[in-house]
């Protein structure tokens, strides 16, 4: 007698790897720098925290699904239409959510060829393709994009500043970028870096997705908020896709200690520039300290440094090398990247020890 058959998953799953986070020590382990997720070093605003823990006596009662307080501070913060607002648990589910309201099995996504992991992955779980168009000097390339545009192609990602090169598209390559493309095709800019940019003209999009029928701009409390435990992020765009997204997320999506923290923390504009103006100098000491060091840091606007190495070799060494001191970074073969690491803005502290470190290593090799 023959075995029953055991359940298969989609074949198109077979050809999708698991997203991978940076590299922490694991519980246990103690006096680690944590350089390897693009984390907050500061935390979070000591407001947020005291609403999170107001928050606690109501755990007994499910979270506003609708997340209508949250939505309003974002709005007021923003100038935006509340009711063309999403929460979602974290950036990433929305940018998960995305494919799977718009795509169908065999249909294609673009991105940048150093664009954030999750996008193959929300393409692939739907058995849609992802496209992976090279860049420029780390840069994603405007006009390639464009020319990988097919008549299967259904949403265009771009992470504006980019993970994990930190780069940036000026704000009228990104408009030239939604003018070339067809209206049926879903332009995703991603903004989870945008409290970072120094350019006070940058609106992370914004402007597009308030006016065009095709824009999405996705945000986060993760990065400069410090909230990435919680899981909170937002879109914002045409009433249409909101409307979709709105019917696939998750109830009750962002815990009710999430959203009150992240409305005390949006509400904070005194706190927000502390962390950016304390992110912006470490960034600036940590980009001279490398180049002096004689590597390769490309220049960027996020909380983080990519850094390239004089070899694969070379920064895999200096990876597996550093980790055994407790200094977790991240190394990016799987993106292409093998020569490059990715090193996260810490403290003042943390700054001068990572330095330190690494002149160390550079230094016995």
């Not at 307080?69 to 007021?76: N, T, V």
């Not at 099995?105 to 996008?119: K, L, N, R, T």
């Not at 006070?200 to 400069?224: E, H, I, Q």
């Amino acid at each position: 007698m023959s075995a029953s058959p055991a359940p298969r998953a989609n074949r198109w799953l077979d050809d999708l790897a698991a997203y991978k986070p940076g590299a922490h020590g694991g519980p246990g382990r103690a006096n680690v720098l944590r350089l390897a997720s693009n984390e907050c070093p500061l935390g979070p605003n000591p407001k947020a925290l005291a609403a999170a823990q107001a928050s606690l006596t109501s755990v007994h009662r499910y979270a506003d699904g609708a997340a209508v307080a949250l939505r309003q501070a974002i709005a007021q913060a923003h100038g935006l239409d509340v009711h063309r607002i999403v929460c979602g648990t974290g950036s990433d589910e929305i940018l998960q959510l995305c494919p799977l309201a718009f795509c169908a099995p065999g249909d294609e996504v673009i991105h940048a060829q150093y664009g954030f992991m999750v996008y193959a992955i929300a393409a692939r779980r739907v058995g849609a393709v992802p496209i992976a168009v090279p860049e420029q000097n780390f840069t994603a390339d405007v006009d390639a994009i464009l020319a990988a545009v097919s008549g299967k192609t259904r949403i265009v990602f771009l992470a504006n500043p980019n993970n994990p090169t930190g780069t940036r598209v000026r704000d009228d390559d990104i408009a030239r970028l939604h003018a070339g493309l067809p209206s049926d095709v879903l332009l995703v800019l991603d903004g989870a870096y945008a409290e970072y940019v120094e350019d006070p003209g940058y609106d992370a999009g914004k402007a597009l997705a308030s006016s065009a029928p095709n824009v999405l701009m996705t945000r986060t409390f993760s990065k400069l908020h410090g909230l990435a435990g919680e899981r909170i992020g937002w879109a914002y765009g045409p009433a249409s896709v909101i409307d979709a997204l709105n019917k696939i997320r998750g109830p009750f999506n962002v815990s009710t200690a999430g959203q009150a923290a992240a409305i005390a923390s949006i509400e904070d504009a005194e706190w927000i520039a502390h962390v950016r103006q304390d992110n912006a100098t470490q960034r600036s000491i940590l980009f001279k300290a490398l180049e002096e060091m004689g590597l390769k840091p490309i220049p960027g606007q996020a909380n983080f440094i990519l850094t390239q190495f004089p070899s694969a070799q070379v920064a895999g060494q200096v990876v597996s090398t550093l980790s055994d001191q407790g200094i977790y970074v991240r190394h990016l073969p799987g993106l292409g990247l093998a020569d490059c690491i990715r090193i996260g803005v810490g403290t003042a502290a943390e700054t001068q020890a990572f330095i330190a470190a690494l002149k160390a290593v550079l230094a016995d090799l």
